[in-house]
């Protein structure tokens, strides 16, 4: 599956029945030099839209959002431990949770990455 992303710039990539969940280059980049993050604790369900993390930068706090349904079944703390990982590797290396969806239907709503591109251009 291909990388997709939600309008506050996260983003969501398919990994069996479970989808890593972290936020875009362009956050990562418009955010600055990320020097903390709080991330949920494994278990927690969450709905789509649903405060889900924090990421503050030298310029600003920002609210990470749940881009999909579920529960999430792991956490990344190496970002917890680096937070400058995500200027270095947003979308690789930096992701936040693995989620496991309650509701699949919700990853056909979000931009593909042409789309995304378009609108991180323009807005």
């Known amino acids: 599956m291909t990388v997709m992303y939600t309008k506050d710039h996260e983003w969501?990539?398919?990994d069996g029945d479970i989808y890593v969940v972290g936020i875009s280059a362009h956050a990562a980049?418009?955010?600055?030099?990320?020097v903390f993050v709080e991330l949920p604790?494994?278990?927690?369900?969450?709905?789509?839209?649903?405060?889900?993390?924090?990421v503050e930068s030298v310029k600003a706090a920002s609210d990470v959002y749940a881009p999909i349904s579920g529960e999430i079944v792991e956490v990344n703390t190496a970002v917890v431990d680096e937070p400058a990982k995500i200027n270095e590797d947003a979308?690789?290396?930096?992701w936040f949770v693995k989620i496991r969806p309650s509701n699949k239907a919700e990853i056909d709503?979000?931009?593909d990455e042409a789309a995304y591109k378009d609108f991180a251009e323009n807005s």
């Not at 980049?29 to 990320?34: M, Y």
């Not at 979308?91 to 930096?94: E, K, L, S, T």
């Open 109 to 111: 709503e979000m931009m």
């Open 29 to 34: 980049e418009q955010l600055g030099d990320v």
């Open 91 to 94: 979308m690789g290396a930096a």
């Open 41 to 54: 604790d494994v278990g927690k369900t969450f709905n789509k839209g649903d405060d889900m993390a924090v």
């Open 12 to 14: 969501v990539r398919a």
